[in-house]
């Protein structure tokens, strides 16, 4: 790696104030398992790296009914793959945790870093997505707050300014019969990176499908929600012709590329595929 | 680049190192405390030769900022065997025949010790869950497989 | 049978613990005083012309001792210059994307790395051929200037085979080729109730080794003397490459094998001049270690390969005809085995009629090595891909029609030359009888998935190299066996074993040391399978020399005669009458102490190895495919391998199942991607992606023993041959469970779709 300026910071507002310095290049570090690739192997050179670890406020994952689910910034993927309550409740986020590189990256790997580093294939992002997450943002500005699936403009590129920090996502309180889940298609069981990967919602209402999110990642420059297929199942009673034709729809909706993960033609094919498998998943966890 | 000061308490011994902040926990164990039983196979977190448990944590060092691991509580390798006597998990890797070349030794080592702190009586599945973020190429695992198996059992 | 009391068993590792307890020493841990650190500054281009190199910026970066170019360096004729070895940094132009340019030499790793950045180099980009097929057509672009010659030294290490090589008369891009024929081609095809014919491909894949090619230098000017602390398969041959290319006499240079993480043919010698010159430049010692990206980009890799086969069987399963083309994609350097592939492709069977031509192909990629069993899982792909293809096109068992054409003792090779006994056959039978081969189209399929389990052979001829070793009886009575070969697959031990079965001694009384090249006796590079097949023969003639030694001299003192001597837990003694004994100890005591009686025992070994022990295996695949994604799950795996005489089972059974996991992941997943500009794509282990723990299922291991003629009790080399039916036992597998063949390894879900024409 090359040399740089580093800070740890002791408050976010400390935080804020170092990257507004800084400026362009400068970088936060959570838990260092992309920005760390990136600086030894990809090129990446800041001249200042801003770490979090010292940070307060950036932790912890907090249920109630009435509000939902807030997760810190800084929390580790393994811990939310671990949590009673997202595994329970929002089953595809816990999945997409629990299935991010080893159990050394799980337990390094933050879920703000997870989504401020913007992959196409980040495994929390359609989790996320499908449970209508918002991200709350704090920098030199103030605060705002932003659905996460508006989070990204490209692959690795977020609306993010240089002196913003994600500091939490906080997610609504799932309808009553509600089944998500998240899969992926990767070549090896496990330290691999999503060729496709797609993540479904599905709420219940009086048996018809009350809410439905199809969020599909690694086939667009960014994830994207699959906005024909929700609508083709929402207010609609699950059948498998429904299901399929959903899945059709999810794959009118993915623009992959080709490239060393899988040609277009092969992503395109599993978006349908796997959307179909989901759906049927999601159903039956909706039903249970 | 300011240099910095870092305090670890590695095997239960403190050290400190003054250093230069563009380097990894694994950088700084084995080339400034000269603790270099953990490896390093990849430098990108692939492959699990540099593992250390890190505050009751798996992790793979070579993607661990040394300042950032400042003030903790680090297990080495060189940490596992207690007043020279053979954890386990070592003791079954030699008794199973499960060590080669041995370069992705310590980190397996490690994850199986991880793995058998938490749940003392894994199956197969979970067994090979727990080191698959350790690559290996000499022995397909089968036999480091049993040995974490029959460290369970001892 | 003969029994035996130490050698036979399944014992586990004698040198220690140190492995398990982080104390072993690789060469990346090697810290010494002064020492500066090298980075290699690499080729973006695949070919292109060196128009100049500007280092003043990195030269002015604090921490930067010297940035050293191809001018800096010693100069070798432009033959030698055909070969990799003695391209140490590129001169003049570029010939792979990776290629080494300028070396930094700094006083961290981390300003040699940034001081990369700051080296400017102007390049004037050549056309870059990267189609081996493509390549070897008239009119093709030139990879590189011609080859003027090749040194196969290294891949002699690796197997020995005596065959002449022709090289084009006119510039091209052949390196190298080979013929081989027998019989009459149209009359095999004629004769045959079916043909085959299909094109087989298999990608470029790294040997894979955890740790990256490490190597620290020290050159001490007033002594002349060099040391060299290497990760490498044979440190002899580093020596002596070194003293070639430097001109340092060998008795100036010492080489310290370390520890190895692994090298699979693939760490042998490629940094250790440069680190050498570096060092000299420099005055200081200098630790160069590649990181992952570099391994990947710039070691030596294994050749990608296409064969056209065509092949052609009779009803009675009987075998007609082959006529193959081999191509192998060796990179910017020869070093691919075409010949060695040639042999085995028409090898494993006997085809009354054969022609096959095989080429080794320059293209502007990385050059390529050894790996275990250089170029055989290759052509192994797809011979045993097509040998069930024919069987199942007639109907025929797959098992049986290879039993059936099986080469055994006295059938040829296509070089003519014939093979002496091996176990193929065994190899078979044991599968035959096995539960998981009669498993076969037992179980059901069912939701989408379906199951398959396939059959493939493979068989190496091994490596011949001499060796020698030393059996010194210690002060104590205890024995220490001192050779000269890296310990890289648990070797010493059984080195430990057959002392210890030759000097009646329990093994704690055995302890085995590798020496460096000055101290050590010689030995050949531990590749080739052939470790314990030649140092181990020394070995033994070195304790039975020490034994011999021992008799007389207890003979002497027993007054007895040495032929009716015997040695017996630590004693020697008169046979049949076992008060008349000698302890070692006290043997020791009468041959080192002061004023001794008899001079010390040190038993010599030497041996030179002449003939080949090939070695076969068999391997069934049992898979799972899912017929919507492409995805194979394998649920079991099992090997069988004929070692000849397994002299220690556990470490047997260790190196079939790591082969065997090599030869999976040649087969569903390994291959190095490269772009259309020469760039590998793939240039981390997260996207060369190797088997994990939860990719593979438990490997069931069998071994037989159909004893070799010269290896010490009949053993025979063991390293090599698991590694080579992989690809060929899950294409079989696949097909069995969906009936689709995929021609192309790795055998990836997008590949298994497009076969079955979902995609
Ligand atoms: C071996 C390996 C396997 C992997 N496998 C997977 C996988 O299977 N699936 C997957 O999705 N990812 C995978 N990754 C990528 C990575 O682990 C995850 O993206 C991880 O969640 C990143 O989190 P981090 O805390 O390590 O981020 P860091 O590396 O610390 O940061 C990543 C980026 O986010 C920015 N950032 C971090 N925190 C914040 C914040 N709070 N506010 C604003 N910006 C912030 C940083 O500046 C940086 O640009 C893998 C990585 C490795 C090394
Ligand atoms: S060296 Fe850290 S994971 Fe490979
Ligand atoms: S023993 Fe060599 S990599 Fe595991």
Not at chain 3, 679 to 704: E, F, Q, S
Request: net charge negative; glycine share 10%; proline share 5%.
């Amino acid at each position: 790696m090359h040399r740089f300026e580093y800070y740890a910071p002791a408050s976010l507002d400390e935080a804020v104030a170092l990257l507004k310095e800084h400026g362009d290049g400068v970088k936060l570090l959570a838990g260092g398992t992309d920005l760390l690739v990136q600086m030894k192997e990809a090129g990446l050179h800041p001249p200042a790296v801003v770490s979090l670890h010292a940070v307060p406020g950036l932790d912890g994952i907090e249920f109630d009914e009435a509000s939902g689910l807030r997760i810190g910034a800084r929390v580790d993927v393994a811990s939310i793959e671990s949590n009673d309550v997202t595994e329970q409740r929002y089953t595809a986020l816990a999945e997409g945790a629990g299935i991010v590189g080893s159990i050394q990256t799980r337990n390094m790997a933050t879920i703000g870093g997870n989504i401020a580093n913007a992959a196409p294939s980040a495994d929390t992002a359609p989790p996320l997505a499908v449970f209508d997450a918002v991200a709350e943002i704090i920098g030199a500005g103030g605060q705002r707050e932003v659905p996460v699936i508006e989070l990204f403009d490209g692959p690795g590129s977020t609306i993010l300014t240089t002196d913003e920090v994600i500091t939490g996502f906080k997610l609504p309180t799932p309808p009553a019969n509600t089944g998500s889940v998240y899969q992926r298609h990767t070549p090896r069981k496990i330290m691999d990176i999503a060729a496709v990967s797609v993540g479904i919602r599905l709420s219940l209402d009086n048996g018809k499908i009350g809410e439905a999110r199809v969020c599909l990642g690694a086939v667009a420059p960014t994830i994207i929600r699959a906005s024909d297929a929700e609508e083709a199942l929402t207010g609609q009673a699950p059948t498998d012709a429904l299901f399929a034709k959903a899945a059709e729809l999810a794959q009118a909706a993915s623009s992959p590329i080709s490239d060393v993960r899988g040609s277009a033609e092969f992503r395109r094919h599993l978006v349908g595929v796997m959307t179909k498998r989901c759906l049927d998943i999601a159903l039956e966890r909706a039903q249970d | 680049m300011a240099k910095l000061e870092v305090h670890y308490t590695i095997n239960g011994r403190k050290h400190e190192a003054y250093i230069e902040p563009n380097l990894t926990l694994l950088d700084v164990v084995r080339d400034d405390l000269r603790l270099t039983g953990s490896k390093e196979g990849c430098g990108t977190g692939d492959c699990g030769a540099c593992t250390m448990i890190v505050d009751g944590k798996l992790v793979t060092a070579c993607l661990m900022l040394a300042p950032q691991a400042d003030g903790a509580e680090i297990t080495t390798i060189e940490g596992v065997a207690e007043n020279g006597t053979l954890h386990p998990v070592q003791q079954a890797f030699l008794d199973k025949g499960a060590v080669q070349c041995g370069f992705c030794i310590p980190g397996m080592i490690l994850a199986g010790k991880v793995l058998l702190d938490q749940n003392p009586k894994p199956n197969d599945y979970e067994i090979r869950e727990a080191i698959a973020g350790n690559l290996c190429r000499c022995t397909g695992y089968t036999k480091i497989v049993e040995a974490i198996a029959a460290a369970a059992e001892a | 049978m003969t029994t035996y009391s130490t050698v036979g068993k399944p014992i586990t590792r004698v040198e220690g613990s140190h492995k398990v307890t982080g104390d072993s020493l690789y060469a990346a841990d090697i810290q010494l005083p002064g020492m500066l650190h090298c980075k290699l500054l690499r080729s973006p281009h695949a070919h292109a012309r060196i128009v100049g190199i500007d280092a003043s910026k990195a030269l002015a970066l604090e921490g930067v001792e010297r940035v050293i170019t191809a001018a800096d360096l010693p100069t070798f004729s432009e033959k030698r210059m055909s070969n990799r070895g003695y391209n140490l940094l590129a001169d003049d132009e570029v010939v792979f994307n990776g290629q080494p340019v300028v070396a930094v030499l700094a006083e961290t790793p981390s300003i040699a790395e940034e001081a990369l950045d700051l080296i400017d180099i102007e390049y004037e980009e050549l056309p870059a051929v990267l189609d081996a097929l493509a390549a070897m057509e008239d009119g093709s672009p030139l990879a590189r200037k011609p080859i003027m010659e090749i040194d196969r030294s290294e891949a002699k290490g690796h197997v020995s085979v005596d065959v002449k090589e022709e090289r084009s008369d006119k510039p091209s891009n052949i390196a190298s080729q080979a013929k081989f024929s027998r019989g009459d081609i149209d009359q095999g095809i004629a004769e045959a109730d079916c043909i085959v014919e299909n094109t087989w491909r298999s990608a470029m894949m790294h040997q894979g080794y955890i740790e990256p090619h490490s190597t620290v230098a020290d050159f001490d000017a007033a002594s002349g003397e060099l040391t060299i602390w290497s990760a490498t398969q044979g440190q002899f041959f580093v020596r002596d490459q070194i003293s070639n290319m430097l001109r340092i006499p060998e008795t100036k240079i010492r080489v310290i094998g370390m520890e190895l993480g692994g090298g699979f043919g693939g760490k042998i010698f490629l940094t250790q001049t440069l680190t050498a010159v570096l060092a000299k430049i420099a005055g200081r010692p200098v630790k160069l270690i590649f990181t992952r990206k570099d391994d990947l980009q710039g070691a030596t890799p294994s050749a990608g390969c296409v064969v056209e086969l065509k092949t052609g069987m009779k009803k009675d399963g009987s075998i007609t005809v082959i006529k193959a083309k081999i191509v192998y994609d060796s990179g910017a350097f020869p070093g691919a085995s075409a010949v060695v592939g040639a042999i085995l492709l028409g090898g494993y069977y006997r085809f009354p009629n054969l022609e096959i031509e095989t080429y080794e192909v320059l293209t502007n990629k990385v050059s390529v090595g050894a790996i275990r069993a250089p170029g055989a899982h290759n052509v192994t792909f797809a011979i045993e891909s097509q040998m069930d293809m024919m069987a199942r096109e007639l109907q025929l068992d797959p098992l049986e029609v290879r039993m059936q054409n099986a080469v055994s003792e006295g059938d040829a090779m296509p070089t003519e030359v014939k093979y002496p006994r091996i176990g193929m056959k065994e190899c078979l039978e044991a599968v035959r009888d096995s539960d998981l081969w009669k498993s076969r189209g037992t179980k059901q399929n069912g939701n989408g998935k379906a199951r398959g389990v396939g059959l493939a052979i493979g068989g190496w001829l091994g490596g011949l190299q001499p060796a020698s070793a030393h059996v010194e009886l210690n002060g104590d009575g205890t024995v220490k066996v001192l050779v000269g070969a890296n310990d890289i697959s648990g070797t010493n031990t059984s080195f430990a074993q057959i002392a210890a079965e030759e000097l009646g001694l329990p093994l704690e009384m055995v302890s085995v040391a590798t020496g460096d090249t000055k101290t050590s006796p010689f030995a050949g590079m531990s590749a080739g399978s052939k470790t314990l097949f030649t140092v181990g023969r020394a070995v033994k003639a070195a304790a039975e020399d020490a034994r011999q030694q021992l008799f007389d001299i207890a003979a002497e003192r027993l007054e007895a005669n040495p032929d009716d001597m015997e040695s017996f837990e630590g004693e020697i003694r008169v046979k049949g009458s076992p008060d008349k004994s000698i302890p070692f100890r006290r043997l020791a005591g009468i041959t080192t102490g002061f004023g001794a009686l008899y001079p010390p025992v040190v038993g010599k070994g030497s041996i030179t190895a002449r003939k080949q022990a090939p070695g076969f295996t068999a391997q069934v695949a049992e898979v799972e495919v899912d017929e919507e994604t492409g995805q194979v799950t394998l649920l079991n795996w099992g090997i069988v391998q004929d070692a000849g005489f397994a002299i220690n089972p556990l470490s047997v059974a260790g190196q079939m199942q790591g082969g065997a996991t090599q030869g999976i992941g040649i087969g569903l997943w390994e291959e190095m991607v490269y772009d259309d500009e020469g760039k590998l794509i793939n240039d981390g282990l997260l996207d060369y992606r190797m088997p994990t723990a939860l990719d593979v299922p438990n490997i069931a291991t069998h071994i037989v023993e159909v004893p070799s003629e010269e290896g010490p009790y009949g053993a025979r080399g063991v390293g090599e041959p698991s590694i080579i039916p992989g690809a060929a036992a899950i294409s079989n597998a696949v097909e069995d469970a969906i009936g689709v063949r995929v021609t192309e390894a790795p055998i990836t879900p997008e590949r298994i779709l497009r076969a079955m024409g979902k995609i």
